[in-house]
């Protein structure tokens, strides 16, 4: 991995080298990652998560948009063996737990957890991924089963003003 050395003057210490991670260097080492045969989707994720850390743009990252750099697991597939897709292929990310717990193992989903979605924010905005977020696909439904009776119109236009009042 290509590093750039920052160095600092201390007095009490004299010159002191740090290392700094270059943007371009990591999104370079992450295309050759995922090209090589049989990259290791841990190595890719680390690699994700340095790049995140560096708040690329969709710019910085325009080589990646065709390589094959999302962990995702499939649905019917155990999680354990995550496979890598391009951005123009399907797969949902988790934005909310209920809905992570109500669709994992039926579709395919980013391999990264809730927390670590929130934390690659940054990352998932330069791809355009927030269309994808499940609270974003889904649409939740209620229904009464059985027969429904409205037994006063008066008490359903009072109820009705009182949710709206606490919805605000």
């Known amino acids: 991995m290509s590093i750039l050395e920052a160095k600092a003057f201390s007095p009490l210490f004299g010159t002191m080298k740090a290392k700094t ?16 045969e049989n990259p290791l989707v841990n190595d890719v994720k680390s690699l994700i998560f340095q790049i995140n850390d560096l708040s690329p743009s969709t710019k910085n990252l325009e080589s990646l948009r065709k390589l094959a750099i999302f962990p995702v697991t499939l649905a019917g597939r155990p999680s354990d063996s995550p496979s890598l897709r391009a951005v123009n292929e399907r797969f949902s990310v988790i934005d909310r737990q209920p809905l992570a717990a109500a669709f994992r193992g039926k579709i395919d989903l980013l391999d990264f957890t809730l927390e670590e979605v929130r934390k690659l924010q940054s990352f998932l905005s330069s791809f355009n991924l927030e269309g ?9 439904k209620s229904s009464v089963n059985g027969e429904y009776y409205e037994r006063s119109r008066e008490l359903t236009v009072r109820l009705r003003n009182r949710a709206y009042a606490l919805a605000r």
Do not use: F, I
Not at 21 to 36: E, I
């Open 132 to 140: 994808r977020y499940l609270s974003s696909v889904v649409t939740e």
């Open 21 to 36: 991670h270059d943007l371009p260097a990591l999104v370079d080492k992450l295309a050759q990652l995922v090209s090589s």
